[in-house]
Structures are given as C-alpha cells and as structure tokens.
C-alpha cells in the first residue's frame, strides 16, 4: 500500500507499508517506508522501532540511524 503526496503540483513524498513480520505472540509487525527527494526513513509499528534513516551525501545515501 502506498500514498503519494504532491505541493505545488509535484510529486514531494510517498508512504508505503508492508508486511515485516509476527512477534513470538503472533502479533503482525508493519514496517512504514517514508520517502521524499531529500531521504527516506523506515519505522516499525512494533515499539515505534526507527530501522534506517537515509540522508543524501556525495557518496550516495548513508544510513544514519545506530542501533
């Protein structure tokens, strides 16, 4: 499932959700992609769990979130 959002008539950012997988309780996890020119980030539903931030560099983009 993804959402896409526009300003000023121009494609700014998207939403997506998948599937990531079942806790030991049988509880579905989600994991949220956001994304817009300048990066992108993924979050988990389980715990509000940051995976990966990306940022632009000149190397290409780098994750900068340690866990």
């Known amino acids: 499932v993804s959402k ?3 300003k000023g008539g121009e494609a700014y950012g998207t ?16 994991e949220y992609i956001m ?3 300048g990066g992108c ?6 715990g509000c769990v ?4 990306f940022v ?4 290409g983009p780098v994750d900068v ?3």
Not at 18 to 28: L, N, P, S
């Open 4 to 6: 896409h959002f526009e």
């Open 15 to 30: 939403v997506s959700l998948q599937a990531f997988g079942v806790t030991r309780d049988g509880e579905k996890v989600n």
């Open 35 to 37: 994304s817009n020119p």
């Open 41 to 46: 980030g993924q979050v988990l539903n389980y």
């Open 50 to 53: 940051i995976k990966n931030i």
């Open 56 to 59: 632009p560099t000149k190397q």
């Open 65 to 67: 979130v340690v866990a």
